[in-house]
């Protein structure tokens, strides 16, 4: 019975985030910087540290799902003002590749996560 019940217990406790440091480039390679991003069951939450093309920092939060490879991303409270939806989807165990779309413009997306 003892056993069930921690079974039981492991089964319905709630996921534990993990952190990673995801490496992204934004539009031809110009935009580029890190997300640092936890991973908790589908949620992703985070933040991100960007250059633009111009070399000004950027920052914003992260928050987000993963299912089934695909990934939708929201930037949030970005100090540019700029708020963009990243759609992704899974091209190996370590990368993901997809469109950014902030305001009316769509841009090509990457994230290489290093660990």
């Known amino acids: 019975m003892k056993r069930l019940a921690f079974a039981l217990g492991l089964a319905l ?6 952190a990673e ?3 992204v480039v934004e539009g031809a390679g110009k ?16 933040a991100a540290t ?7 920092a950027i920052a914003y939060k992260i928050a987000g799902n993963v299912q089934n490879d695909g990934y939708v991303i929201q930037r949030i409270q970005p100090t540019d003002g700029v708020a963009c939806t990243y759609v992704g989807k899974a091209a190996g165990p370590k ?6 779309k902030c305001g009316r413009d769509s841009v090509q997306w990457s994230a290489t996560k290093v660990n």
């Open 21 to 23: 440091t995801w490496m």
């Open 13 to 18: 406790a709630p996921a534990v985030a993990s």
């Open 95 to 100: 990368t993901i590749n997809g469109t950014a």
């Open 31 to 46: 935009v580029k910087g890190s997300w640092t991003v936890a991973v908790a069951g589908q949620s992703i939450n985070g």
């Open 50 to 56: 960007m250059k633009n093309e111009n070399g000004m």
